[in-house]
């Protein structure tokens, strides 16, 4: 059996690069994401449901514009420049959230950002597939996702220390944010070799009955599943205002997502190689056992050792289940559909964000933040009966 530096020396260096570009715009985007929440309800006077829907909004238009680039790249046979055109966005997003005097402007940058990540998703992820042996796919996912999460604590870390710095100056902290994100577009186009593709290759629809055939049952299994999985598991920015109701500091805030992300940089990448030795279903039930323990916590309090330790178990789940679920997805489905297998299951996902999101922000307000995770745990459980339910999936 091989090491854990011997899997790491075989992973392509294509997936350490595409890891890294992700650091960079993570970076980016939660220093600016770990602070919005805030800035928003406190800076600008936007009520909690309010900022739930422009989070689901957000999220599922990301989610939903990646089953056209992920078709687009399959058809095209090209998947770099679409992550380009992505990154790209993204990036030019940035500068919006520092200008921005009201909500209209930072949904606008909000929405420009994510169909950027929109864009960007199915196509990176179908060349990660494309670039890395299946024997090392789960690790390959797990590493790329540890780099990304990197990124997801680094970002909060920065806006913590500059928010202390510059006495809780949020637009300050936005204009730093936009270094990164540029920089990350810069190594994509530098440092990303794409595989060529077979010359005298046949095009053909990717979304043709023909080939929507071609994705079978244990595809789908794998997108009903991610969906209702979604559901459970809404926008991050409800732990942000969970512990800000518990009496945090606004400059503290970031912490919530520095310690959610540093167990999920820590535990993506072991998640990953052990999703390439163990049976999937078995893995993603654990991941929702997690999810289930983290959401009864929050639930019961927003201070001191209970809601950091709901915060704990939900940076474990993600760190499980996101690159398990990706991995899931590669293996079921046809090389050549690589691209379109990622964006319907990103578009089931992106509805159920919208909801999800929308539901949290709503319950929120009429009955109490408790009701929100609890309303986590209510669909964890459908999702864990979906899986016992269904066949489980060979790797």
Request: contains cysteine; charged residues 10%; neutral net charge.
């Given at each position: 059996m091989a090491t854990p530096d011997q899997n790491l020396r075989h992973i392509p260096a294509g997936v350490w690069a595409l890891g890294f570009v992700s650091l960079l715009m993570d970076v980016s985007s939660e220093m600016i994401h770990s602070l919005l929440p805030v800035f928003l309800v406190t800076t600008l006077g936007t009520s909690v449901f309010v900022v739930g829907l422009m989070e689901g909004a957000a999220e599922a238009t990301a989610l939903i514009v990646k089953v056209f680039s992920g078709v687009l790249s399959d058809y095209w046979g090209k998947r770099k420049p679409l992550a380009i055109l992505g990154y790209g966005m993204g990036a030019f997003s940035k500068p919006l959230f520092a200008l921005a005097s009201g909500a209209s402007l930072i949904l606008a940058a909000r929405l420009l950002d994510r169909v950027g990540k929109g864009i960007r998703g199915a196509p990176r992820d179908a060349l990660v597939a494309d670039i890395t042996?299946?024997?090392?796919?789960?690790?390959?996912?797990?590493?790329?996702?540890?780099?990304?999460?990197?990124?997801?604590?680094?970002?909060?870390?920065?806006?913590?220390?500059?928010?202390?710095l510059w006495a809780n100056d949020f637009r300050a902290v936005f204009?730093?944010?936009?270094?990164?994100?540029?920089?990350?577009?810069?190594?994509?186009?530098?440092?990303?070799?794409?595989?060529?593709?077979?010359?005298?290759?046949?095009?053909?629809?990717?979304?043709?009955?023909?080939?929507?055939?071609?994705?079978?049952?244990?595809?789908?299994?794998?997108?009903?599943?991610?969906?209702?999985?979604?559901?459970?598991r809404f926008s991050e920015a409800f732990l942000v205002l969970r512990v800000q109701q518990g009496g945090l500091g606004l400059a503290w805030t970031p912490l919530v997502l520095i310690a959610m992300n540093l167990i999920y940089a820590a535990c993506a990448y072991p998640f990953g190689k052990l999703a390439d030795r163990?049976?999937?279903?078995?893995?993603?039930t654990w991941g929702l056992l997690l999810l289930i323990g983290?959401?009864?916590?929050?639930?019961?309090?927003?201070?001191?050792?209970?809601?950091?330790?709901?915060?704990?178990?939900?940076?474990?789940?993600?760190?499980?289940?996101?690159?398990?679920?990706?991995?899931?997805?590669?293996?079921?489905?046809?090389?050549?559909?690589?691209?379109?297998?990622?964006?319907?299951?990103?578009?089931?996902?992106?509805?159920?964000?919208?909801?999800?999101?929308?539901?949290?922000?709503?319950?929120?307000?009429?009955?109490?933040?408790?009701?929100?995770?609890?309303?986590?745990?209510v669909f964890c459980l459908a999702a864990l009966g979906l899986i016992l339910l269904q066949p489980r999936p060979r790797n």
């Open positions: 042996p299946p024997e090392l796919r789960g690790a390959a996912f797990g590493l790329r996702q540890s780099l990304d999460t990197v990124g997801a604590f680094l970002g909060p870390l920065l806006a913590m220390g500059l928010m202390l204009w730093v944010a936009t270094v990164p994100a540029f920089l990350c577009v810069a190594l994509l186009i530098f440092g990303v070799r794409e595989p060529d593709r077979a010359a005298g290759a046949p095009r053909s629809n990717p979304i043709s009955r023909a080939n929507l055939a071609r994705l079978g049952a244990p595809y789908w299994w794998v997108v009903v599943i991610g969906a209702v999985f979604t559901l459970a163990m049976q999937h279903g078995t893995l993603l983290a959401d009864a916590l929050l639930a019961y309090s927003n201070a001191g050792v209970w809601v950091w330790a709901g915060i704990v178990l939900w940076g474990l789940h993600m760190a499980m289940t996101q690159g398990l679920l990706a991995t899931m997805v590669a293996d079921s489905a046809p090389a050549d559909l690589r691209g379109t297998a990622y964006g319907f299951f990103n578009l089931m996902s992106g509805l159920a964000m919208l909801l999800a999101s929308g539901l949290a922000g709503l319950l929120w307000e009429q009955l109490g933040a408790a009701f929100t995770f609890l309303a986590g745990i």
